[in-house]
């Protein structure tokens, strides 16, 4: 379980991004956190991970955190395999190095992801997809029940989109909790248990996706005219966006 209590932030140049927001992510679930550019989704996500203290409330959970930050290439040509094991560095004592056992869970972790044939590939001469996949890997190999991710399908094309909508499918199946930031509310339809709906400092709201993410919830969001169509899809009938590009509202 994790969970988010009465959480606010701010930074001293802005002031506060977001003030009492509540939610819980609950071992098996998805939470995706969805609002315009600069509301403070990346903010809030990073509280949750323990990357930035917030200035309000509180993080409970059950233990570490897996954070998948968006991939942007690396600096240092570290390979795909030392990328994986740097996620078992709670596992590895203050002067230590990585044990065989790290190696082995950081290529099990690469094998359940699928991308374990990257193993010896330098890290930056991945496709932005590979660097994705790598970097949900090396969360998997902390061992952590929460995952959360900050933009995972950013920069991705329709294929690795929708690889990595796969991907969280099954580990949320797998029972792992998931807190996410997306830009396409068509990934919110897909994974969502429930959303976090950002539209500004007195208009943050977290509740069921089935209640928040309807047609005047979503063009409010957005100030643009959204409309959500029924498909079928083996059986089970989704939803999916059409938005009235040139057709915002007033």
Not at 10 to 23: A, C, D, I, K, M
Not at 41 to 59: D, F, H, I, M, N
Not at 147 to 153: A, G, K, S, Y
């Amino acid at each position: 379980m994790l969970e988010l209590v009465d959480l606010g932030h701010r930074y001293p140049e802005t002031g506060w991004v977001f003030r009492h927001v509540s939610l819980e992510v609950p071992a098996g679930s998805v939470t995706v956190v969805l609002g315009p550019n600069g509301r403070g989704k990346t903010t809030l996500v990073r509280c949750a991970a323990g990357l930035l203290t917030p200035e309000e409330g509180s993080v409970r959970h059950d233990g570490h955190i897996g954070f998948v930050p968006q991939a942007r290439g690396g600096a240092f040509a570290y390979r795909a395999l030392d990328m994986v094991v740097m996620g078992r560095v709670r596992q590895v004592s203050l002067f230590g190095t990585p044990s065989r056992d790290d190696r082995v869970a950081a290529l099990d972790a690469m094998d359940r992801i699928g991308v374990a044939d990257l193993a010896d590939r330098q890290f930056p001469t991945l496709s932005g997809g590979e660097q994705q996949l790598v970097l949900i890997a090396r969360a998997i190999a902390s061992e952590s029940p929460s995952l959360v991710l900050d933009e995972p399908t950013a920069g991705l094309d329709l294929h690795n989109q929708a690889q990595i909508m796969s991907l969280l499918r099954k580990l949320v199946a797998d029972g792992m909790g998931v807190l996410l930031t997306t830009h396409h509310p068509d990934h919110a339809l897909f994974l969502a248990d429930s959303v976090v709906l950002m539209g500004g400092l007195d208009d943050v709201r977290s509740g069921p996706a089935a209640e928040l993410l309807t047609d005047a919830e979503l063009s409010r969001l957005y100030d643009i005219d959204v409309q959500t169509i029924a498909y079928d899809q083996n059986g089970v009938t989704r939803r999916t966006i059409i938005t009235g590009y040139g057709n915002e509202l007033d």
